[in-house]
């Protein structure tokens, strides 16, 4: 029976056909929703606390940490111009676990805020409930349930479902109007708050703001390290990064201009707390401490009276609602991003047809914050673990970028100016800034480790062999990759027949692309039992003759390989030695011949005592890979191969259109349900390995030996993957040499390291 149909690869769907839809102003407000606002309110009175008028250094030093940070994610974003952020960025330049790990604590980051502002809205909620309970029942009390946990929970909750639904049927998710409104009314208190500056005299301002530093130097690092986090958002704008219109220009322009306003409302509003705002016989310090959390509404309701009250908690209600937006925008997109790679599970990643949003990611991310609201007991080690993680996260990201910059061939479109300087003065500020946080908060750096051996466990068990089979791919169809990388894999090819050096250069070329990787070609001159003064033994001039006949082959291909010429009794052996002395990432070997007892024992031998991948090529004279249009790719659906074979097919389809068949054989009881479960599986399964439309096949047969056979005759190359029973025992087996002794063609046998 026989069930065939061709499957498009989904892995590269876009949020909508151009998949950009955020010009310069949407991105800006990104930006600025996660970042004004929310901070400040919450964080201005521990800043003033720590070190009195000072707060305004520390928030400005701050703001100048959050320039560098800004600066080098601006280069990142235009270079890199797709979603998911920090996690895109780390995919690019390491490897694809540490990339997992970095994604997978900013995700929870990320969901850790928005819940920290869904319950600031819940919080401001109920306090401008309960005032207003007040204003319209003077006599009576307010309601007890409107002080109950349980209420700003579910109000938390609410806003987080409203948001997300929104988001669902809107790629701008509705956040825009609280932003812009949240910004007017700072502007509005900002200029009130100037105008009554403007009538006090310079001396009341002087005696305000000394001393200016009470608490030292010491006392200033404390701020800047509890309130460096009210400066980040502008991050959350690389996480939409693939939705941003002339990504080039706007990426640069709407994180930088989200700081800008950001300080351009912080600092001045900070002046104006600290001056006009402080009540009558108190300092700031005492002010602050006594009322750390609610400092900004008593400083502006001492200036503009009640009215001034009522400003903070609208500019509180629709900052914690922007901010709450920001970030469940990023981290949706971030999920979506992680489990297009298969860091992720692939369902997370699915569009919603009508809408073309990202609703399944949206839908997650929803949940976990309802989790955490629901579950989580202590929030503030939570909040701090955020913290910590996005001053972790930032000061990769200098590194990253400095990595990108050296590696790259090609200028970013936004340079980061007085390169590199600005990484590496911003990641040792963001570092420092961790280091404190983590002293400060212990309880941060355990739940984060926490969270992070979790994704561990995970990904071991769930993602990390589909994600490195995408990877892979990845690497294949986009060379400059592995350079991003500082991965430069290098293939041994040893030769002995020149009549398939050309064969062979074309399929090292496939296993590591020029200019990026190396190939190795290997010439074992066995010594002669016997040598003659003045007379050249033939075994040299063999070797001669294989070695220009294999760089002629390599000239004509465009190629400039590297050559060794060694001398050793047992070839085989010295095969394997040179494998391991020169750390190849791939061995490839070419037979004439692979069903001879005694060479399918030998190669066994090798590929059980290397550790690398092995690629054996069987091919008639003449053969050439880019030749090739019809592939045949047989699998048991157990991906034992799969990261190796993608490789493969990724250079094949970079390089050329190619008709490529999937096919999996089963027992012929199977039934037709279990068919057909068996072709969606190996349709997701190749999807993940190639890029274009492939062809699938499942059939039911008692001779799949017999049916390969039959299926690689009608094809230019079929190939199998080779049996492994534990890392050092590996084996042609009998399906593998059925195949080739009954089919003449090229055959291409994988056996994967470890």
């Known amino acids: 029976m026989i069930d065939r149909s061709a499957v498009p690869n989904t892995a590269a769907t876009e949020i909508a056909s151009d998949g950009r839809h955020l010009g310069l102003a949407r991105a800006t407000g990104i930006g600025v929703g996660a970042i004004v606002g929310g901070g400040i309110l919450a964080l201005a009175g521990v800043a003033f606390a720590a070190t009195g008028p000072g707060a305004l250094l520390a928030f400005a030093l701050n703001g100048l940490i959050a320039l560098l ?87 938390a909750i609410a806003a987080t479902t409203l948001y997300a639904l929104s988001l669902i049927r809107s790629n701008a998710g509705g956040g825009q109007w609280a932003t812009v409104g949240k910004v007017i009314v700072f502007a509005v208190l900002i200029a009130l708050g100037a105008w009554a500056l403007a009538g006090r005299a310079p001396a009341d301002i002087s005696r305000a703001m000394s001393p200016f530093l009470p608490s030292g130097l010491l006392g200033l690092f404390q701020a800047m390290g509890y309130t460096f986090i009210a400066l980040q958002g502008f991050d959350l ?14 990426l640069s322009r709407a994180m930088l201009l989200s700081l800008g306003i950001a300080l351009g409302v912080y600092l001045p509003l900070l002046l104006i707390i600290a001056t006009v705002g402080v009540t009558p016989g108190q300092s700031i310090v005492t002010m602050s401490t006594d009322n750390p959390e609610t400092v900004v509404a008593l400083a502006v309701q001492n200036y503009l009276g009640s009215a001034g009250f009522w400003l903070v908690m609208v500019a509180a209600i629709l900052s914690m609602l922007s901010a709450l937006h920001a970030n469940l925008l990023a981290a949706s997109r971030m999920a979506q991003t992680m489990a297009r790679d298969r860091t992720l599970p692939h369902l997370i990643e699915r569009i919603h047809q009508r809408f073309m949003t ?32 996005f001053l972790v996260s930032f000061a990769l990201v200098h590194w990253i970028a400095f990595q990108a ?69 990845a690497e294949a169809t986009d060379p400059n990759l592995m350079q991003l990388r500082g991965r430069s894999p290098l293939v041994l090819v040893p030769i002995a027949n020149p009549a398939n050096a050309a064969a062979m250069i074309g399929v090292a070329n496939a296993l590591t692309p020029p200019g990026v990787g190396r190939v190795l070609l290997l010439t074992v001159v066995t010594p002669p039992e016997a040598w003659h003064p003045g007379t ?61 007892d005694a060479i399918a024992l030998q190669m066994e031998d090798l590929m059980s005592h290397v550790d690398c991948d092995v690629v054996v090529l069987r091919a008639p004279p003449g053969w050439q890979l880019d030749q090739v249009q019809r592939i045949l790719v047989p699998t048991g659906g157990r991906g034992g191969h799969d990261q190796l074979r993608a490789r493969l097919l990724g250079h094949l389809c970079r390089t050329g259109q190619r008709d490529i068949t999937f096919l999996q054989v089963l027992p012929k009881q199977a039934s037709a349900q279990t068919l057909q479960r068996t072709q969606s599986a190996l349709a997701a399964f190749a999807a993940d390995e190639v890029l274009v439309p492939v062809n699938i096949e499942v059939l039911a047969s008692e001779a799949p030996a017999d049916i390969i056979t039959r299926h690689a005759a009608r094809n230019d190359l079929t190939i199998l993957g080779l049996q492994r029973f534990h890392r050092r025992r590996k084996v042609f087996g009998e399906m593998v040499l059925h195949v080739a002794r009954h089919t003449p063609g090229p055959l291409l046998l994988l056996s994967r390291r470890g």
């Open 358 to 389: 990202p609703a399944p990611a949206i839908i997650l991310c929803t949940l976990l914050v309802a989790v955490i609201l629901l579950c989580l007991g202590n929030l503030a080690a939570a909040g701090a673990a955020a913290s910590l993680i």
């Open 237 to 250: 704008i690389a996480a939409v990064g693939g939705e941003v219109r002339a990504p080039e220009r706007n």
């Open 536 to 596: 050249d033994p033939p075994q040299l001039l063999d070797a001669q003759y294989v070695l220009r006949e294999s760089l002629a082959a390599s000239f004509a291909a465009g190629l400039a390989p590297e050559a060794l010429t060694t001398v050793a009794l047992q070839p085989w052996e010295e095969i394997a030695r040179v494998s391991q002395l020169h750390r190849c990432e791939s061995l490839l070997l070419g037979l004439s011949d692979v069903t001879s």
């Open 69 to 155: 940070t800004a600066l080098s994610f601006a280069e990142l974003a235009t270079t890199f111009p797709e979603s998911g952020g920090t996690y895109t960025f780390a995919r690019k330049v390491l490897p694809v676990q540490t990339a997992f790990a970095v994604g997978w604590v900013v995700w929870f980051a990320s969901i850790v805020a928005a819940v920290l502002y869904a319950l600031g809205f819940a919080a401001f909620a109920v306090v401008a409930a309960q005032s207003l309970w007040d204003i319209v029942y003077d006599a009576h009390a307010s309601p007890t349930w409107l002080a109950a946990s349980w209420t700003a929970t579910g109000l």
């Open 405 to 473: 910059r050296s590696r790259s061939r090609q200028p970013p479109p936004f340079r980061t100016p007085f390169f590199p300087l600005v990484p590496i003065c911003g990641g040792i500020a963001c570092l420092a800034l961790a280091l404190f946080q983590g002293i400060a908060v212990p309880a941060a750096g355990l739940l984060a480790s926490i969270w992070l051996a979790a994704g561990g466990i995970l990904y071991s068990a769930l993602f990390g062999h589909r994600a490195g089979v995408v990877d892979a791919v």
